[in-house]
T-cell receptor, first 114, second 114 residues
Framework: KAGVTQTPRYLIKTRGQQVTLSCSPI?????VSWYQQTPGQGLQFLFE???????NKGNFPGRFSGRQFSNSRSEMNVSTLELGDSALYLC?????????????FGSGTQLSVL | AQSVSQHNHHVILSEAASLELGCNYS??????LFWYVQYPGQHLQLLLK??????LVKGIKGFEAEFIKSKFSFNLRKPSVQWSDTAEYFC????????????FGKGTKLSVIP
């Protein structure tokens, strides 16, 4: 069974640009969540989707958005990039996102904003 | 606000030494707690989880954790570490019913010296 796939693996952008990151969950998983990982802040929750609906959003500005498609694949978008957006963006999937479920993480997309 | 804190930023041990990594949480009500591990170059993966019942939880690779409600703690332990345990360890908790996000501690980097 294939794991969680995130593309691209690396991205370099400049301030003011926008970026779209993609996540394909494990087959059968309908919950997809996104986390931002930085050395200073650790992992911070961005948002969670289930059946194309956003159920939770973390404390990030509106420049961070996401969506989920009918096949459970998800994308996140960051508009008007800032230097502080440089981070590893992790996607995780589970069957339903319930409290007792294990999350399966992808390898992440490393975003560098210059 | 719910939070998870990890006491140690970086721990250095020799092989065969015993390990204890501290984790404290601040949640009211039911708690669901996890330890995830990130080996160098690999994705985050679940070590163990606690939902209810026996407060001593056993996970993979000889790790265990004890949930002590009175101390709001969920410390990770291993009696004898190996070089292959070198990794970053993250404690995480669920924010309660109706939430689909994990709150992570900032992580503890463990270096095991052969």
């Amino acid at each position: 069974k294939a794991g969680v796939t995130q593309t691209p693996r690396y991205l370099i952008k400049t301030r003011g640009q926008q970026v779209t990151l993609s996540c394909s969950p494990i087959s059968g998983h309908r919950s997809v969540s996104w986390y931002q990982q930085t050395p200073g802040q650790g992992l911070q929750f961005l948002f969670e989707y289930f059946s194309e609906t956003q159920r939770n959003k973390g404390n990030f500005p509106g420049r961070f958005s996401g969506r989920q498609f009918s096949n459970s694949r998800s994308e996140m978008n960051v508009s008007t990039l800032e230097l502080g957006d440089s981070a590893l963006y992790l996607c995780a999937s589970s069957y339903t996102g319930q409290l007792n479920e294990k999350l399966f993480f992808g390898s992440g997309t490393q975003l560098s904003v210059l | 606000a719910q939070s998870v804190s990890q006491h140690n930023h970086h721990v250095i041990l020799s092989e065969a030494a015993s390990l204890e990594l501290g984790c404290n949480y601040s949640y009211g009500g039911t708690v669901n707690l996890f330890w995830y591990v990130q080996y160098p170059g690999q994705h985050l993966q679940l070590l163990l989880k606690y939902f209810s019942g026996d407060p001593l939880v056993k996970g993979i690779k000889g790790f265990e954790a004890e949930f002590i409600k009175s101390k709001f703690s969920f410390n990770l332990r291993k009696p004898s570490v190996q070089w292959s345990d070198t990794a970053e360890y993250f404690c995480a908790g669920h924010s309660g019913a109706g939430s689909y996000q994990l709150t992570f501690g900032k992580g503890t980097k463990l270096s095991v010296i052969p």
